[in-house]
Every structure is written in C-alpha cells, then in structure tokens.
C-alpha cells in the first residue's frame, strides 16, 4: 500500500470476505490487493489468504487473517459519519442486517466482530456546540440504539 499509515484489523480467517462486504456497503471503499501466506504459521496454511489490502470510505486497511487468539473488542471501531437519516439506515442495516448486531448510542458489530460507530453529523455538530444543546443532543442519543436524526434535531431545539 502507499499510505504511510494503515489501519491494521485482525480477523480469525475472514478479512477477505470482510473487506469486499465493506466494499459493497460503502462508498470510496475497495479491496485492493489479497496476499497469501507463503508459508504454513500459527494462523494459516501456505496459500491461505494472509492479508487483504482496502480501504473502507477512502481509509486505507489492512486486513490480517491472524486465527482466533486476539478478538474484537469496543477498543477498536470504524466511525463512519452520515449526514442523512436514509444513508444512516443504509450502513446501519447493511452491518446489523448481515449477521451482526445492535448495541447502544449509534454502535454496532459486523459479522465479524468488528464493532461500527454509525454518526449522523448533526449530533457531531451538535456536541461542538457544548452548552445545553450538546447536553439535550447527548441525552437523546443514550436512548438510542441506531440514531434517530430526528430525534437528535428536535433535542438541540430543546
């Protein structure tokens, strides 16, 4: 890859099939490069995929197929802004939709584990604000799994 920094995500034995799932979901993403292991290593067999380069939203990846020893954790996550409730939607239910799952305050996990923080940029916008607004915006979205755009609008009006 040419990009000085990579962002490096472990999977068990799945980054290739993760990377052009991210490719289809989102724009600006692409699998690019699939290496396979040279040789036989704690994780995989020589020919096995080893590593996937991508980019997911013009972020460039690196997908390592690493086995199971280093789960996903909240730790790490994907934040991917959105600045329409039908393109919030469309991520959230391509990731939850295809065997992941919901969590609170606009997180959820893939299918891989790899957790996703799908934020519509007026609650962004909103915690710029500070002041009341930021705490009525803020309040609005510990109710929320998926983000209600609406929702958060109305409470930055108070």
């Not at 890859?1 to 979901?25: G, H, L, P």
């Not at 692409?30 to 096995?48: E, F, I």
């Not at 997908?63 to 959105?82: D, M, V, W, Y």
């Not at 909103?126 to 803020?138: H, L, S, V, W």
Request: proline share 4%; hydrophobic share 40%; aromatic share 10%.
């Amino acid at each position: 890859m040419t990009a000085k920094n990579t962002i490096c995500v472990w999977y068990d034995t799945q980054a290739e099939e993760a990377a052009r799932f991210y490719a289809s979901v989102f724009p600006d993403s692409h699998v690019h490069h699939v290496h396979r292991s040279p040789l036989d290593n704690p994780g995989n067999k020589a020919g096995d995929v080893l590593m996937v380069e991508f980019t997911v939203c013009g972020v460039a990846c690196l997908g390592l197929n690493g086995g199971p020893k280093f789960p996903q954790s909240e730790a790490f996550s994907f934040q991917i802004a959105t600045d329409t409730q039908e393109e919030t939607d469309r991520y959230w239910n391509a990731l939850v939709g295809n065997g992941g799952a919901e969590s609170m305050c606009g997180w959820c996990k893939d299918r891989w584990g790899v957790n996703w923080q799908i934020t519509p940029r007026v609650l962004t916008e909103a915690m710029a604000q500070g002041g009341e607004e930021a705490k009525r915006a803020f309040a609005a979205m510990m109710t929320m799994q998926k983000i209600d755009i609406a929702a958060i609008e109305a409470a930055r009006r108070g």
